[in-house]
């Protein structure tokens, strides 16, 4: 059988599981490399050049030798990561990611390979919710780059319909869905939950920043204990918003309520506080398909979600609830309604995993695998029919 050779442009952080972006990285490449079918390499940019072997996935870091500062190295970068591409020579070229150089080169190289990306966040709508030098980068580099990248690129994956309808205005490029996020379900099932004394009520990790909106949760609290005293939430992450959680937690006098786990680095721990939980409770102010709502429904756990998180996983009132987003008392009584209503709980919490089966990694590598297959075959389509 013979292989389809990938290249993906990507940073690629083999030990991070600090961020979605990353872990989302590490896990396609990694049931990728899985694959018979496929012969996977990936080029990234790290302190040196070098080549190596993580299993079956082939690792090409760059070092970029330009002396200007970044972004006045962008043009440098994208000249290397083009030149490293041409020279393996790929089946098909795949960016994960809009943000400049990777996208940017995969852009210039669409008119000699199959090209794809994937586009993880809208930036445009996510824009405002960045500080200082991260919003002026965001402004006047990587917005102006996606909308570049997407509207050259003739193929693109997006992680839900909602993405889809925003990115077809923008661009008459073809656009697959396909979830960004999956889940190692046969992994989760296997989990233990953790052997703790206290019941834990609602269970979050997720990056403490203004966009994830655990602010929302904390004010929500409040008019939840009024009718589950004994109310216990764990939020587990770290971010720049972390102390003002905090200091915002002890000024609402809900410390005996709420604990701050810190960042878990320990995946298989973070998995056996969902399976401990009751519920799962995501405030996003914007998300595209989160892994918070997949790894509760994996659970067996009902997710309470805002309007803004775009989670396909969640159906209202079948495998969770979905609440107007900033609406802290449609949030409060919807939490409520979960922590006492065990019946109810458990049958969502049932109906939630048997819809998160459709989101392990493998099926989402398999429909990446079958996408590939469809964009090489309508490049070399076109190329004839010139």
Known sequence: MSKI??????????????????????KITEYLSYRADIELHIITFGNKNRQFKKGNL???????TSLLPFPFSIPFSVWHLRRKTIELNPDIVHAEGTSTPY??????LRHRYPTLVTALVILTQQIKFYRGMNYIFAKLVNVPNA???ISKIPNIIAQSWYTKNVFSKMTNSKIYVVPGEGIDFGKIQDTQPHDINEKISI???VRLGIVKGIDILINAIPGVIKSVPDLKVYIAGAGEEEEKLKSMTKDLGLESHVRFLGFIYDEEQVNRYYKTCEIVVVPSRLDVEPFAPLNAAASGKPAIVSDKCDSSVIEDGKTGFIFKSED???LSGKIVKLLTDGKLRKEMGKAAMEKAKEYDWARTVDKKVEIYKEVIADFYERRCNK
Request: hydrophobic fraction near 40%.
């Open 328 to 330: 802290v008392d449609e």
């Open 203 to 205: 269970f979050i990790a």
């Open 103 to 108: 996208s940017t080169a995969a852009a210039l």
């Open 58 to 64: 082939n690792v090409h870091t760059l070092k970029d």
């Open 5 to 26: 050779k990938v290249c993906m442009l990507a940073r690629y952080e083999p030990n991070s599981k600090h961020n979605g972006m990353g872990m989302h990285i590490r």
């Open 147 to 149: 909308r570049y990248v």
